[in-house]
């Protein structure tokens, strides 16, 4: 099943994307006499897609009428892989860790899909790239989670840009944080796909486009520590909660600069485009 969420008409809709469009859930309650919530983070949080499962007459929107959306504005954690393939290691020059490489991102930093990436003051930085990763979405609440338990707490796969200020990470490893939270710095989206839509994990190809060309492409059997690994080792150290997302790495990121286009693609999982464009050095305090 792959879950969007979507604005039509001026609002916004959680829906099941299909071959003949989007089913918006306030059309398959009204028809099914279901309670579905109308929030794709409240479906991952209770699993209610069993009620989606049968969308036999109900209307669907046309994909053209309606816009993609991030699937929901704050994941209650944004966890993402750094290094987690040899090529992106050696295309920075930098050594792969031993362990999973992980930070965190704040919800702050996040776009719209097929939005703008806003570059920041050169005097901020100078060097970005953007990488098209594959993200893990959890399902289920969890800790100590064991290697043979893993597939019940994921709930799907999305894919990811995650964008790097490469030069304010030259400066000191340290600064990673930083480097990786200015603003427009990650999305994902715009769909879900369901885990049992996606028997083998290891087999997805991650790519990333830049202005039409492939800039890296690799499959997920090569990460250094791969997907069902990263949610059973980050569980030994806290609780994962429905809704949080693992970004679990890149190939090697697309230096961009304004005019770009820049995508995520994996089959089989989705798309995630963006432009790229040059914000300017604005005060504001609300």
Request: charged share 25%.
């Amino acid at each position: 099943m792959k879950l969007i969420r979507f604005l039509h008409s001026g609002s916004y809709h959680a829906g099941v994307l299909t071959g003949g469009g989007v089913v918006p859930v306030p059309e398959v309650n009204a028809r099914k006499g279901t309670r579905v919530p109308d929030d794709l983070l409240a479906i991952i949080r209770t699993g209610a897609t069993a009620e989606l499962a049968d969308l036999a007459g109900v209307p669907a929107i046309p994909v053209t009428e309606v816009t993609p959306a991030l699937p929901y504005d704050v994941p209650p954690k944004i966890w993402c892989i750094g290094l987690n393939y040899k090529s992106h290691a050696e295309d920075i020059q930098a050594v792969q860790p031993e362990e999973p490489g992980s930070f965190m991102k704040p919800a702050s930093c996040m776009f719209q899909p097929g939005g703008k990436i806003q570059l920041p003051p050169p005097e901020v930085s100078a060097d970005v790239d953007a990488e098209g990763e594959l993200g893990v979405v959890i399902g289920k609440t969890c800790r100590f989670v064991p290697a043979e338990e893993v597939h019940k707490v994921i709930f799907g796969y999305t894919t990811t840009l995650d964008l790097t200020a490469l030069d304010v990470l030259r400066k000191n490893p340290r600064y990673l944080t930083r480097a990786k939270s200015i603003d427009t710095f990650f999305s994902f989206g715009p769909v879900i796909v369901t885990a049992d839509e996606v028997p083998d994990v290891d087999a997805l190809e991650v790519i990333t486009e830049h202005n039409g060309g492939i800039c890296s492409r690799d499959f997920v059997r090569n990460m250094h520590t791969r997907p069902f690994e990263l949610v059973r080792f980050h569980s030994d150290f806290f609780s994962l909660h429905p809704g949080d997302l693992i970004s679990t790495g890149c190939p090697k990121g697309a230096r961009i600069k304004p005019g770009d286009k820049v995508r995520a693609r994996i089959e089989g999982v989705g798309t995630l485009e963006a432009s790229v464009t040059q914000a300017e050095r604005k005060t504001y305090i609300v």
